[in-house]
Nanobody, 116 residues
Framework: VQLVESGGGLVQPGGSLRLSCAAS????????MGWYRQAPGNERELVAV???????NYADSVKGRFTISRDNAKNTVYLQMNSLKPEDTAVYYC???????????WGQGTQVTVSS
């Protein structure tokens, strides 16, 4: 099983980035997919999730700015991040959680830095 994130980088405040997470080795459509992030000195926190049925949920801190989506044909989940703020700086991790269980997988993470 592999979850491979891409799309991170350095962006100025107010800018945008689109993260991708390509999954392999799992039956993608049966997994709830999510994005989490961890800033230095902080615990890992949920950013956004999308269920196998397409229902989404967001952390209050990113509502209205971030959009999570999934393409089951490509086994890929995306995170469109707009109006980025310095406090969005973190390593962003992709997560796959098997429906109805606490069993899942993590990607290796991709760094997002928001700075002028």
């Amino acid at each position: 099983v592999q979850l491979v994130e891409s799309g991170g980088g350095l962006v100025q405040p107010g800018g945008s980035l689109r993260l991708s997470c390509a999954a392999s080795g799992i039956r993608f459509s049966l997994y709830r997919m999510g994005w989490y992030r961890q800033a230095p000195g902080n615990e890992r926190e949920l950013v956004a999730v999308v269920t196998s049925g397409g229902i989404t949920n967001y952390a209050d801190s990113v509502k209205g700015r971030f959009t999570i989506s999934r393409d089951n044909a490509k086994n890929t989940v995306y995170l469109q991040m707009n109006s980025l703020k310095p406090e969005d700086t973190a390593v962003y991790y992709c997560n796959a959680l098997y429906v109805g269980t606490s069993f899942g997988y993590w990607g290796q993470g991709t760094q997002v830095t928001v700075s002028s």
